[in-house]
């Protein structure tokens, strides 16, 4: 059964920091872009941060650019996004994206999301 579980969200200060982690089940990160987006209540949801997980490179939102770092995991099919110097603005639910081919087929898997809330 192929899954996403996102973990890490939780309740943080301002300036603070928290790390996200996503892991796939039954299926492999091997050739696909991992994305985090977020969704805050009442707006749309909006891409954060990807990477090519072969290759790792990145890219970010201007949002979060120089705040936030995406990563692979040190465990195999897992990616981190690090963010710090959190702002309450951050508050959202985040969730993690997988799309890449296998064999002819495209695919484009979501997690459930986890809840990050930056408040004082």
């Known amino acids: 059964q192929v899954q996403l579980v996102e973990s890490g969200g939780g309740l943080v200060q301002p300036g603070g920091s928290l790390r996200l982690s996503c892991a796939a089940s039954?299926?492999?990160?091997?050739?696909?872009?991992i994305s985090w987006y977020r969704q805050a209540p009442g707006k749309e949801r909006e891409w954060v941060a990807r990477?090519?997980?072969?290759?790792?490179?990145?890219n970010y939102a201007d949002s979060v650019k120089g705040r936030f770092t995406i990563s692979r995991g040190n465990a195999k099919n897992t990616v981190y996004l690090q963010m710090n110097s959190l702002k309450p603005e951050d508050t959202a639910v985040y969730y993690c994206?997988?799309?890449?081919?296998?064999?002819?087929?495209?695919?484009?898997?979501w997690g459930q999301g986890t809840q990050v809330t930056v408040s004082s």
């Open positions: 994206n997988a799309v890449g081919l296998s064999g002819p087929s495209r695919y484009d898997y």
């Open positions: 039954g299926f492999t990160f091997s050739s696909s872009v």
């Open positions: 990477i090519l997980y072969t290759f790792g490179s990145t």
